[in-house]
């Protein structure tokens, strides 16, 4: 899966964007879920080339806490425009990290 495939915004679709900009609480709960699942995107990135174990273990752990938080406060996007973006992008990212994911880790927490 390419970067540039789940790098978009609420920018990108101008229905979605308007709408969210009548609210802007709302606007920046988008704005800061689209950052860190862009985020999500660069801990994959690293995640598969890297070479050590214990910090792919580690990038992966991060990506699932990210991912997760993402999920809870996506609640807070009232415009099902946005939400469908969000949870989209979301989608694709699990996606990522199921492949990313060696089987023996499991739901372990990595050590610190």
Not at 67 to 80: K, S, T, W, Y
């Amino acid at each position: 899966m390419r970067t540039q495939e789940l790098t978009h915004s609420v920018d990108d679709n101008p229905a979605v964007a308007s709408a969210v900009l009548r609210s802007p609480k709302e606007r920046n709960l988008a704005d800061l879920l689209h950052a860190k699942l862009d985020l999500v995107v660069a801990l994959s990135e690293i995640a598969e080339t890297t070479n050590d174990g214990q910090r792919r273990a580690q990038l992966l752990f991060k990506m699932r806490q990210a991912i997760h938080m993402v999920r809870r406060l996506a609640a807070g996007i009232a415009d099902q425009a946005a939400w469908r973006m969000i949870h989209e992008k979301t989608d694709q990212l699990e996606t990522r990290f199921a492949t990313l994911r060696p089987q023996h880790l499991g739901r372990r927490t990595p050590n610190n």
